[in-house]
């Protein structure tokens, strides 16, 4: 039976689907293992992201799948979960002093100020908070 890709979920896809579609083994692996670290997309550019991945594949397979986040778990930066702020791609590098600095400041915004991060990284990180 052939996968009708205009109705899969870019998180749902198995690694199964993405061969069909023509990825290699190992971006497909890539992209399923990024998948998993993130908690699941939360936009569709971010299947960019996932090293290995062909790029004009991945343009058509973003083009054609579609993409259901309503299940990506998402945090603020005073309840996240330490484990999951040390392994998210996109905290993990910034998970101690996010830690540290919650102890003594309640005001997020404070905490994004003492952390300096560049903006482009601090895009990333809203995308799992809410």
Request: overall charge positive.
């Amino acid at each position: 039976v052939k996968t009708n890709f205009s109705s899969i979920d870019l998180n749902q896809i198995t690694h199964e689907q993405l061969l069909e579609f023509g990825f290699e083994k190992k971006a497909a692996s890539s992209f399923i293992g990024f998948r998993n670290k993130l908690g699941g997309f939360v936009n569709k550019n971010q299947i960019y992201e996932s090293f290995d991945i062909d790029r004009d594949l991945a343009e058509k397979l973003n083009k054609t799948a579609l993409l259901n986040n309503k299940n990506v778990a998402k945090y603020s930066l005073m309840d996240a979960p330490e484990s999951w702020l040390k392994t998210h791609p996109y905290f993990r590098y910034s998970a101690d002093k996010i830690i540290y600095y919650r102890l003594s400041n309640s005001n997020e915004e404070k905490i994004w100020k003492m952390m300096n991060i560049k903006p482009e990284y601090v895009a990333k990180m809203k995308l799992y908070l809410k």
